[in-house]
């Protein structure tokens, strides 16, 4: 399919852990219309940082998983040195939605990020506009999310959200403007998919090589001394302390409440037992939420009161 005609459009931002979108692209290729796979050029990190990468064994995966031609290997310079990591991240976001052309809609998915059921985001967003065009009133599609916060010897600690709507992020949009990774001041749909994401489940030092590079490292653990005090906590975590620990989001505490634990040797395995969440909105709560109308009324209603 030409990228004229594609509807849904998929782009990943490619670094230093290309391995894992061998777990995130099949999750999702055979929805896809067009993946493109944006990768630095000189192998070099939001933060300036050259990192390693094994160019050879990168273009044979993409070759033996693109068996339908779906995939756009992008190879650019996205990381300069007169902007910091997150000002890097949202050109290197904008440059994938130009490449992919307007219309349609457009997906961003970090390579830590799996879809537990892509098609049914898929139909999900088809529902809202079958094939969106750019002249269209601009909105995001939200997905929930499951973090992975660490890996542990049987298992995985991941963010335990109770009885509260998940954290979640605009992966879908009918208007690319990237303005804070994939936030902007669109309207926001929220969804009841969800997405596992390995987001700080590395090993020491990985985690410590993304948290000094990572897009929000500029903004959220900009001085050193919180990025080591973080990340000295996030070291003693374990399957017999996990539950004391409250309100572990490094810019906003409250956005992971608590942890929880499930046992799986890999990602595979943990996603065959994990059990998802029951959704915290009823069908009609989730409407009023994902009404604009309701939205503004309620908007309004806080200010008058606030």
Same mark, same amino acid.
Not at 127 to 153: G, Q, R, S
């Given at each position: 399919?030409?990228?004229?005609?594609?509807?849904?459009?998929?782009?990943?931002?490619?670094?230093?852990?290309?391995?894992?979108?061998?777990?995130?692209?099949?999750?999702?290729?055979?929805?896809?219309?067009?993946?493109?796979?944006?990768?630095?050029?000189?192998?070099?990190?939001?933060? !300036?940082?050259?990192?390693?990468?094994?160019?050879?064994?990168?273009?044979?995966?993409?070759?033996?998983?693109?068996?339908?031609?779906?995939?756009?290997?992008?190879?650019?310079?996205?990381?300069?040195?007169?902007?910091?990591?997150?000002?890097?991240?949202?050109?290197?976001?904008?440059?994938?939605? =130009?490449?992919?052309?307007?219309?349609?809609?457009?997906?961003?998915?970090?390579?830590?990020?799996?879809?537990?059921?892509?098609?049914?985001?898929?139909?999900?967003?088809?529902?809202?506009?079958?094939?969106?065009?750019?002249?269209?009133?601009?909105?995001?599609?939200?997905?929930?999310?499951?973090?992975?916060?660490?890996?542990?010897? =049987?298992?995985?600690?991941?963010?335990?959200?109770?009885?509260?709507?998940?954290?979640?992020?605009?992966?879908?949009?009918?208007?690319?403007?990237?303005?804070?990774?994939?936030?902007? !001041?669109?309207?926001?749909?929220?969804?009841?998919?969800?997405?596992?994401?390995?987001?700080?489940?590395?090993?020491?030092?990985?985690?410590?090589?993304?948290?000094?590079?990572?897009?929000?490292?500029?903004?959220?653990?900009?001085?050193?001394? +919180?990025?080591?005090?973080?990340?000295?906590?996030?070291?003693?975590?374990?399957?017999?302390?996990? +539950?004391?620990?409250?309100?572990?989001?490094?810019?906003?505490?409250?956005?992971?409440?608590?942890?929880?634990?499930?046992? !799986?040797?890999?990602?595979?395995?943990?996603?065959?037992?994990?059990?998802?969440?029951?959704?915290?909105?009823?069908?009609?709560?989730?409407?009023?939420?994902?009404?604009?109308?309701?939205?503004?009324?309620?908007?309004?209603?806080?200010?008058?009161?606030?």
């Amino acid at each position: 399919m030409s990228i004229g005609s594609a509807i849904i459009k998929v782009g990943f931002c490619v670094s230093y852990d290309w391995e894992l979108l061998r777990k995130s692209i099949p999750r999702i290729y055979a929805e896809a219309d067009i993946i493109c796979l944006a990768l630095d050029k000189d192998r070099k990190s939001w933060g !300036g940082n050259p990192f390693e990468f094994d160019s050879k064994a990168f273009y044979d995966f993409v070759k033996n998983i693109d068996v339908k031609n779906k995939i756009i290997v992008y190879e650019d310079v996205f990381s300069l040195p007169e902007l910091n990591s997150r000002q890097n991240c949202n050109r290197h976001r904008m440059l994938i939605a =130009e490449k992919m052309g307007a219309g349609g809609w457009h997906i961003q998915i970090d390579s830590d990020e799996y879809f537990l059921d892509f098609t049914a985001f898929v139909k999900a967003l088809k529902e809202i506009n079958p094939n969106p065009k750019p002249t269209d009133k601009p909105l995001n599609v939200c997905p929930c999310l499951v973090p992975l916060i660490k890996k542990t010897e =049987e298992g995985y600690l991941y963010v335990d959200f109770r009885s509260n709507i998940p954290e979640n992020a605009p992966f879908a949009t009918n208007l690319p403007e990237y303005l804070r990774a994939r936030n902007n !001041g669109h309207f926001n749909v929220l969804v009841p998919q969800y997405v596992i994401h390995e987001t700080w489940a590395r090993s020491d030092e990985e985690l410590w090589y993304k948290i000094n590079n990572w897009g929000h490292a500029s903004e959220e653990l900009e001085e050193k001394k +919180q990025r080591l005090s973080y990340y000295n906590l996030w070291k003693s975590l374990n399957e017999n302390n996990y +539950q004391y620990i409250r309100d572990f989001h490094p810019a906003s505490p409250r956005a992971w409440p608590s942890l929880g634990y499930c046992k !799986g040797r890999n990602v595979d395995e943990f996603i065959r037992n994990f059990t998802v969440p029951a959704f915290p909105l009823s069908t009609f709560q989730l409407f009023l939420r994902n009404n604009r109308n309701a939205a503004r009324v309620k908007a309004l209603w806080g200010r008058i009161f606030s």
